[in-house]
T-cell receptor, first 114, second 116 residues
Framework: KNQVEQSPQSLIILEGKNCTLQ??????????LRWYKQDTGRGPVSLTI?????NTKSNGRYTATLDADTKQSSLHITASQLSDSASYIC?????????????FGKGTKLSVKP | ETGVTQTPRHLVMGMTNKKSLKCEQH?????MYWYKQSAKKPLELMFV???????ENNSVPSRFSPECPNSSHLFLHLHTLQPEDSALYLC???????????????FGPGTRLTVL
């Protein structure tokens, strides 16, 4: 069964600190993996997309890694800001030809405190 | 307006009511999607439309009825809902349904639905 598991479920950190969110997946065949940020009361917004051959991709203070062998991905946030408080959702596409075959994780809720 | 808009943002309805959710995308995309987001559960894909044709219906109960009159507009008609249908309903669009790598989905802000 295709699944995406995220950990931790929630996380509280102090402003300025770094954190890492984890995503493990059992999805086959694998096409790509996206990390989305969802602010409270808003729709998800894509942060990064990674294919099988990519190991690391950065978007400002966000750095995503992918290990296709172990089927693990992480999202590292550097020098956190209050605006980073949101849910972060890992999404794996299982079919290279179909946008509809997306498997969503439950998300990690991050709270950044002053 | 830019991006994907949804109205209303909040909706409270009784189980016998009939209401509709509206989604409009201003991105020139050809595919549109309805998702249900419940607390502590992953997003659930409900319907997919590609060039106005419904291509996926993920075993959604018939009390949810989608309508896509053109590539820019998507509706979700609701009738005789149950309290467990209370959730955030998200609309998304993408260039088209294929080529998963290139077709990033852009989401609207959602409609928070409460069924009493």
């Amino acid at each position: 069964k295709n699944q995406v598991e995220q950990s931790p479920q929630s996380l509280i950190i102090l402003e300025g600190k770094n954190c890492t969110l984890q995503c493990n997946y059992t999805v086959s065949p694998f096409s790509n993996l996206r990390w989305y940020k969802q602010d409270t009361g808003r729709g998800p917004v894509s942060l990064t997309i990674m294919t099988f051959s990519e190991n690391t991709k950065s978007n400002g203070r966000y750095t995503a890694t992918l290990d296709a062998d172990t089927k693990q991905s992480s999202l590292h946030i550097t020098a956190s800001q209050l605006s980073d408080s949101a849910s972060y959702i890992c999404v794996v596409s299982s079919d290279g030809g179909s946008q509809g075959n997306l498997i969503f994780g439950k998300g990690t809720k991050l709270s950044v405190k002053p | 307006e830019t991006g994907v808009t949804q109205t209303p943002r909040h909706l409270v309805m009784g189980m016998t009511n009939k209401k509709s959710l509206k989604c409009e995308q201003h991105l020139g995309h050809n595919a549109m999607y309805w998702y249900k987001q419940s607390a502590k559960k992953p997003l659930e894909l409900m319907f997919v439309y590609n060039f106005k044709e419904q291509t996926e219906n993920n075993s959604v109960p018939s009390r949810f009825s989608p309508e896509c009159p053109n590539s820019s507009h998507l509706f979700l008609h609701l009738h005789t809902l149950q309290p467990e249908d209370s959730a955030l309903y998200l609309c998304a669009s993408s260039q088209d349904k294929g080529l998963a790598f290139y077709n990033e989905q852009f989401f609207g802000p959602g409609t928070r639905l409460t069924v009493l």
